[in-house]
Nanobody, 112 residues
Framework: QVQLVESGGGLVRPGGSLRLSCAVSGSVVRYYTLGWYRQAPGKQRDMVATITSRHITNYTDSVKGRFTISRDNAKNMVYLQMNSLKSEDTAVYYC??????WGQGTQVTVSS
């Protein structure tokens, strides 16, 4: 049974940083694309960043230069370093494995 568990969310002031982590169990991640998605209240879930098995990354335009996705295949982990956070980054952030499996989400709130 594949499980994804996100952690690292919280409340941060504008301009601050957070690092999200996602632990994957029940599958070997090295063969899959991993991704972070987010969903703000009343909006659809959108892609934030993805990283392929060959470590090729892709970001939505609004986070380029501020967020960095990385993976550690040996630990079955994927991370999202978020810097220079803005209020519009407020959302529930979800980890995704292979476009098939989802975590339960972690809340990120950017507010002064």
């Amino acid at each position: 049974q594949v499980q994804l568990v996100e952690s690292g969310g919280g409340l941060v002031r504008p301009g601050g940083s957070l690092r999200l982590s996602c632990a994957v169990s029940g599958s070997v991640v090295r063969y899959y694309t991993l991704g972070w998605y987010r969903q703000a209240p009343g909006k659809q879930r959108d892609m934030v960043a993805t990283i392929t098995s060959r470590h090729i990354t892709n970001y939505t335009d609004s986070v380029k230069g501020r967020f960095t996705i990385s993976r550690d295949n040996a630990k079955n982990m994927v991370y999202l370093q978020m810097n220079s956070l803005k209020s519009e980054d407020t959302a529930v952030y979800y980890c995704n494995l292979g476009n098939s499996w989802w975590g339960q989400g972690t809340q990120v709130t950017v507010s002064s």
